[in-house]
């Protein structure tokens, strides 16, 4: 059974701390990719990684930045979280262009 | 401006009806349409998707129409089950960036016993 788990269901940081998002698949897919989630908005792209160590802005990259030294993780970080950032963050992988596989979700809470 | 629209938050169908979703596009560079099924604390999992080239794209229950002329994409299923009930996402993908996904706000369906 295909996996993509997150490292948390539910996070709660406060503002400015630095935060890290851990995501881990077990397909050895070579695409995965960062959303998160707004009511009335779907789910936007913040990041997409195409293989090692390689990485592309999606639509809103702004805030955050990406880490993937596996293959099998992909890492969001939140440099300096901010209460615009409490979201539902999905991490997702594919051996396709669009993403196949989600993960479960991160619900953030910045305070 | 969103460039995937579903312009129904919600939707009620009785079990063993057809339930129809809809979803609208703005930009006439998508090529590839993609519909997701999310339940309550899960992640969006893949369930049907559409080349610009085909007008109808069938699976089991799940059929997808595209009109192009229209920007208009819509997801049959037939008939409804109760484990239907979800949200489902459109999503839609460009010729010149095929790994960046707009995805539509979501409609959720509830499937009446």
């Known amino acids: 059974d295909v996996k993509v788990t997150q490292s948390s269901r539910y996070l709660v940081k406060r503002t400015g701390e630095k935060v890290f998002l851990e995501c881990v698949q077990d397909m050895d897919h070579e695409n995965m990719f960062w959303y998160r989630q707004d009511p009335g908005l779907g789910l936007r792209l913040i990041y997409f990684?195409?293989?090692?160590?390689?990485?592309e802005k999606g639509d809103i990259p702004e805030g955050y930045s990406v880490s993937r030294e596996k293959k099998e993780r992909f890492s969001l970080i939140l440099e300096s979280a901010s209460t615009n950032q409490t979201s539902m963050y999905l991490c997702?992988?594919?051996?396709?262009?669009?993403?196949?596989?989600f993960g479960p979700g991160t619900r953030l809470t910045v305070t | 401006d969103q460039q995937v629209k579903q312009n129904s938050p919600s939707l009620s169908v009785q079990e063993g009806r057809i339930s129809i979703l809809n979803c609208d596009y703005t930009?006439?560079?998508?090529?590839?349409f993609l519909w997701y099924k999310k339940y309550p604390a899960e992640g969006p999992t893949f369930l049907i998707s559409i080349s610009s080239i085909k007008d109808k794209n069938e699976d089991g229950r799940f059929t997808v129409f595209l009109n192009k002329s229209a920007k208009h994409l819509s997801l049959h299923i037939v008939p409804s089950q109760p484990g239907d009930s979800a949200v489902y996402f459109c999503?839609?993908?460009?010729?010149?960036?095929?790994?960046?996904?707009?995805f539509g706000p979501g409609t959720s369906l509830s499937v009446i016993p």
């Open positions: 997702a992988s594919s051996d396709l262009g669009h993403p196949g596989y």
């Open positions: 990684s195409y293989d090692v160590k390689m990485k």
């Open positions: 999503a839609a993908r460009m010729k010149t960036s095929y790994d960046k996904v707009i």
């Open positions: 930009n006439s560079m998508f090529d590839y």
